[in-house]
């Protein structure tokens, strides 16, 4: 690839990225320097606007732009693929801020200025992530995002319990980013550069050349490192701890936007750096790799979901539920087909819209009762119908119960499971989502069943309302209609079923 | 007199492990946060010796480093401020007692 001079890029393909860079700056800014008259609702509600705004232009360049677009020799590369997870990370972090305007009126975060850019940063780096195909800007945009992370769940400073979770997350993540970067230089040692195309060329040479150990073991360490950001075992541990530590929005932020941008980093890295490395007859991702992570998928099936059953308390029950649903989206991956992309995409769409939900009625529940535990759910119904029978849908969408769009994504997956003959995977999903059944049930039981301390009406923040009650209706409307997302996506994101135009031409 | 590609890889992949070891055994978190530091500059070190030894030698190791030294930086400085407001609330660094949460 020829150098071009940097001025003759088009960069107006950017645009999302910066602006999110822009407003990221300019709030932070504004923080330092309007006093303590400025409400700081208002940086909230204006980094509402920018993730708005960049979103819109995520949409302009889906029409716009046909192919890749790349920056730099791939160091930035604005293609489908990138795209679809950015409408993914846009969504998330819009509704983690609404459900944040509610969460910080009550004063245990002190610095409301710094939460809200944060979280932009934080969403600037899972964007890099999303759109990048350079193990250096890749590595740079994990970090961005880590780091924004580990302080937003420090953010409750007086609590000796958000301090503990964010010091563990520094450490885990510390240790998970070591790792990745240590496999990174294993690639970089064989291919002897960080474009991950010409990585993809090169370590197939290295393994035809009698490297094949150091090869299997890059994809090892990578694997495992990156399993760390989508809280898959066996760098699950951290989970339960920080989601329980964390402010309840941060925790959502931290279950679907942070998980997506770890699933499309390891996505792209793995499928594209490890993609013609074969010993002749077999490609290797398809055969030892693809086990590899299989056997990652179940054991965090198994690990989530019966772990999951003995929690009490309702946000490390959602962080193994995490776990399990990792555990899922690593399924159609095993080995990857052509109808991958849109499994994964559509899976995480419904998982976007019900953690939401879910962790918006966590919220109000335990800030309400003063606890987490499930009990605090005791009674709900007779308290606030609305929001019982919103979390119901959640919960059931969750469990991958008919008429939610979790029932659909879970479907489709299985069904490429299946296609795949993977039939030991597909078992283990049945079976571990029937064992999930009883842990959902159980909120659910607590909601109608069981008599609660009071009877009075909950007071539910009018923004917190319209947000479940919306998200509930989508979640039930996208069960229906599940092919209005799957269309899209394979219309706008996958037509030549290359993954959202993330293969390049010479690949098959 | 050269020395092999084997010896820095040896010398990271030891290093590598010390820090893995350390970061998983010791009480103290500061030395937890060191030995994180440790797995850093293993990977640092591979990265060094690949941009010359490697299969392919090329500079883009190099800046590879430099990269991960700023972000290594920024990390160490993000988990000692977490560590500080920690120490404000409970008067200790030994991870054995940060176990507010059950399990």
């Not at chain 1, 994809?219 to 989970?239: C, E, Q």
């Not at chain 1, 929690?311 to 080995?335: D, E």
């Not at chain 1, 819209?353 to 335990?366: Q, R």
């Not at chain 2, 993000?78 to 949460?101: C, F, H, P, S």
Request: charged share 10%.
């Amino acid at each position: 690839m020829d150098v071009k001079d940097i001025f003759s890029y088009d960069w107006s393909y950017l645009l999302p990225e910066f602006i999110i860079l822009g407003f990221a700056t300019i709030l932070s800014l504004l923080d330092l320097f309007a006093g303590k008259r400025l409400g700081r609702q208002v940086i909230g509600w204006l980094s509402l606007a920018g993730v708005v705004l960049a979103m819109v232009f995520v949409f302009v360049n889906v029409n716009v732009l046909d192919k890749p677009y790349s920056y730099m020799a791939d160091m930035i590369r604005v293609d489908d693929y990138g795209n679809a997870f950015k409408l993914l990370f846009l969504g998330g972090t819009a509704f983690a801020i609404l459900i944040s305007l509610s969460y910080l009126k009550k004063g245990e975060v002190t610095h409301k200025g710094e939460y809200y850019y944060l979280m932009l940063t934080g969403l600037l780096g899972a964007m890099v992530m999303a759109s990048s195909a350079d193990l250096i800007t890749l590595f740079v945009g994990l970090e961005l995002l880590s780091l924004s992370s580990y302080t937003l769940v420090g953010l409750r400073k007086r609590s000796l319990q958000s301090n503990e979770s964010a010091f563990k997350y520094v450490v885990s993540g510390g240790i998970a980013t070591a790792i990745t970067l240590f496999g990174m230089s294993y690639v970089y040692g064989l291919a002897g550069t960080t474009n991950i195309y010409e990585i993809s060329f090169r370590l197939a040479e290295a393994g035809m050349a009698g490297y094949q150990f150091l090869v299997y073991m890059a994809f090892a360490f990578l694997a495992v490192g990156l399993a760390f950001k989508i809280s898959a075992a066996p760098n699950h541990m951290w989970a339960p701890d920080v989601y329980q530590g964390a402010p309840t929005p941060v925790t959502a932020f931290l279950a679907v936007v942070s998980k997506a941008a770890g699933f499309s980093l390891l996505f792209r890295v793995l499928l594209i750096s490890f993609f013609n490395v074969n010993d002749g007859a077999n490609r290797f991702f398809f055969q030892e790799g693809s086990l590899y992570l299989g056997v990652m998928a179940a054991a965090s099936m198994i690990i989530g979901n019966t772990m999951a059953l003995r929690q009490t308390n309702v946000k490390r029950m959602m962080a193994y539920s995490g776990i399990a649903q990792a555990g899922y989206l690593l399924v159609p991956f095993v080995p990857p087909t052509t109808l991958f992309f849109g499994e994964v995409i559509f899976y995480l769409f419904g998982y976007l819209l019900v953690s939401f939900g879910a962790f918006a009625v966590i919220m109000v529940v335990t800030r309400e009762q003063g606890t987490e535990e499930i009990k605090g759910f005791a009674g709900l119904y007779h308290r606030s119908p609305i929001m019982a029978i919103a979390m119901s849908i959640f919960l059931l969408s969750l469990a991958g119960i008919p008429v939610t769009a979790g029932f659909f994504g879970k479907f489709y997956l299985f069904m490429g499971a299946l296609a795949q003959e993977n039939y030991w995977l597909a078992a283990i999903m049945i079976v571990t989502s029937v064992i999930s059944y009883y842990y959902y049930f159980g909120i659910i039981r607590q909601m109608y069943m069981r008599p609660g301390t009071s009877e009075a009406p909950l007071a539910v923040p009018k923004g917190i309302w319209t947000l479940v009650f919306v998200l509930a209706l989508l979640t039930v409307f996208f069960g229906a209609f599940p092919g209005l997302v799957t269309d899209y996506v394979q219309l706008h994101f996958n037509p030549s079923f290359d993954f959202g135009n993330m293969l390049p031409v010479d690949f098959q | 007199m050269t020395v092999s590609i084997t010896s820095y890889l040896m010398v990271a992949l030891i290093l590598f492990c010390v820090g893995l070891y350390g970061a998983l055994t010791k009480r103290n978190a500061v030395v937890v946060l060191l030995s994180i530091e440790l797995m850093l500059n293993a990977a640092n070190i591979n990265l060094i010796a690949f941009s010359k030894y490697g299969l392919y030698p090329a500079v883009a190791g190099q800046i590879f480093t430099l990269f991960s030294m700023t972000v290594a930086a920024a990390e160490v400085a993000v988990g000692l401020a977490i560590l500080i407001a920690l120490y404000r609330n409970k008067e200790t660094v030994n991870v054995d007692e940060m176990n507010q949460m059950k399990r």
